[in-house]
């Protein structure tokens, strides 16, 4: 007898449909199969199926069983099988009856299983253990109309953000069996309000924590208003590093759609834990912020794998990825973010298949001016930072709109008599990012001022001729590329957005041209 459940294959974020058949044949008795181009991990389920089937109880099928994992060209990996498997051979022993409409349309008690869409890992005592991609399993569900999901327990709140969708979280095998026996009274698990978790989530860091530093939390001001890249230049102990992680909290909220995107990642990377602090009830609430080490290896920081999986960039996305000590990660692994950085978006290709993932995400970089972190005061000393900072290339540095020095901070802001003064806090810079952004929606249809680009940057960012005069002045004295020319344009829209002003004028472009720190250093 042939019996079959439904579930899915994680191809990148997103979910595909995959049908697990399960055929008994008590006249043989050879060694059980499974096939499908199936996994190390799929192979050992069938030991974890049956170890299971057993201490819960119930009779495992006589014979021998073979599993097909459809389609059969599509590489199968994880333990996300082992429950749909399970399942699947309980129909054909007979233990959960399959469902028969009779001639009223009324069905036996119980779930149908084969309208849901079944995944999770089975201990050997037949407890449910969570899974990658509930969420995306959810989504698949309903783009293929079926009533709903049985997830694990722990995944029932992120398959519970999919709307339309019923979501049952199980703990045990025997749970399973009961709702499709009819055993147990079906209790789906509620739907999440996206919006109201987002509104209640707090920032992590206020700015007001942040000794000093009035000028780089103006550049900081001017970045999140229009999603710019950042690079801060300073030596060690400035407050780079808790700048950098302070910046969601004045960028934009999530949208629930933006949110419920972020989190479909965290999700198919099998990341949600590493979110805790911005996570709530499944959902990944808050804009993300990775910092990934400089020894990373560029497929932890591209993404990738055999079965391609998002790396720390696909991680950062709607949100920043601080990269510290800049010119300490290998070159290789820097230029591969140069083209995610244009599209805001990687594709990993493998023999097999491609994945792409999303990684529109602002670059926030730090770096000390020399490997001992200190300003040289020698001819020799600025070789040597000349030398440091030639570890990172040119185009890379193109790349990123702002360069700021964060210089170290006196005594008298950190523990003298202006260190009782508040400082700039989150709530202020907050206020002027989302003003600066309503104008953008409003003018450019959501696009904000970093992403402007051909006719759309010379219409929404024409200078003033005092401001192309500037411009030209530096494009000349500084020998600034043409990526570099544009950079300063976009800037000093964002700028003239924060001030306020419907022209870009010279003192917006005198501004953004003192953002090219690094230029200047040539």
């Known amino acids: 007898m042939v019996s079959r459940v439904q579930s899915f294959v994680l191809a ?23 096939v499908g181009l199936p996994d190390a991990a799929v192979r050992e389920s069938i030991d974890r199926v049956r170890t299971a089937v057993v201490n819960g109880g119930y009779r495992y099928p006589r014979g021998t069983v073979v599993v097909n994992l459809a389609p059969a060209d599509i590489k199968k990996e994880g333990p996300v099988y082992d429950l749909p498997v399970a399942v699947a051979m309980l129909m054909a022993d007979g233990t959960i009856a399959p469902h028969r409409a009779n001639g009223t349309a009324q069905r036996e008690p119980g779930l149908d299983p084969r309208a849901y869409l079944i995944a999770g890992e089975l201990a050997l005592d037949g407890r449910v253990r969570p899974v990658r991609g509930a969420i995306a399993m959810a989504s698949l569900a309903r783009a293929r109309k079926l009533r709903g999901v049985i997830v694990p327990h722990e995944n029932a709140p992120e398959a519970a953000l999919v709307a339309g969708v ?20 079906p209790s789906p698990h509620p739907n999440v309000d996206a919006a109201a978790l987002i509104e209640n989530t707090p920032a992590p860091i206020d700015f007001a ?8 939390k103006r550049a900081i001001t001017i970045a999140a208003a229009g999603g710019h890249n950042l690079l801060m230049l300073g030596p060690p102990g400035t407050g780079k590093t808790m700048m950098a992680k302070a910046l969601p909290g004045i960028l934009p909220p999530l949208t629930p759609d933006e949110a419920i995107e972020v989190t479909r990642i965290y999700s198919a990377a099998g990341r949600l834990a590493d979110s805790e602090s911005g996570r709530a009830a499944g959902l990944v609430a808050q804009r993300p912020v990775r910092s990934p080490h400089h020894t990373a290896s560029a497929i932890a920081v591209i993404g990738g794998g055999i ?14 990825l601080f990269l510290d000590e800049l010119p300490e990660f290998p070159r290789s692994v820097l230029d591969t973010l140069r083209q995610p950085l ?3 978006s990687i594709i990993v290709s493998r023999a097999h298949s491609s994945a792409r993932f999303p990684a529109s995400f602002m670059l926030v970089a730090a770096m000390n001016p020399t490997p001992k972190g200190t300003l040289p005061d020698t001819a020799a000393g600025k070789r040597e930072m000349e030398r440091y900072l030639a570890r990172v290339s040119g185009p890379l540095i193109d790349r990123i709109d702002i360069h700021v020095e964060v210089p170290a901070v006196p005594w008298r802001q950190l523990g003298g008599e202006e260190s009782r003064r508040a400082g700039t806090s989150s709530e202020e810079m907050r206020a002027r990012v989302l003003a600066s952004r309503r104008l953008q929606a409003a003018r450019q249809d959501g696009v904000p001022n970093a992403r402007l680009a051909g006719k759309s940057l010379d219409h929404f960012a024409a200078l003033t001729d005092a401001g192309l005069d500037i411009l030209g002045q ?19 829209r964002t700028i003239a957005d924060i001030e306020g002003s419907e022209v870009v004028d010279h003192p917006h472009v005198a501004e953004a041209v003192q953002y090219r720190l690094l230029d200047r250093q040539n």
């Open 342 to 344: 244009e599209d805001g």
């Open 307 to 320: 079965i391609p999986k998002p790396g720390e960039i696909s991680l950062a996305h709607r949100g920043v």
């Open 12 to 34: 990148g974020i997103d979910a595909t449909p995959c049908e697990i058949e399960v055929d008994v044949d008590e006249s043989a008795m050879t060694k059980d199969h499974i």
């Open 474 to 492: 530096a494009m000349s004295g500084l020998g600034l590329s043409a990526r570099a020319y544009d950079k300063i344009r976009r800037v000093a």
């Open 166 to 185: 019923e979501v049952h979280g199980v703990r045990t095998l025997a749970e399973v069996v009961g709702l499709f026996a009819g055993a147990l009274e």
């Open 209 to 216: 924590e942040v000794k000093g530093q009035e000028s780089a």
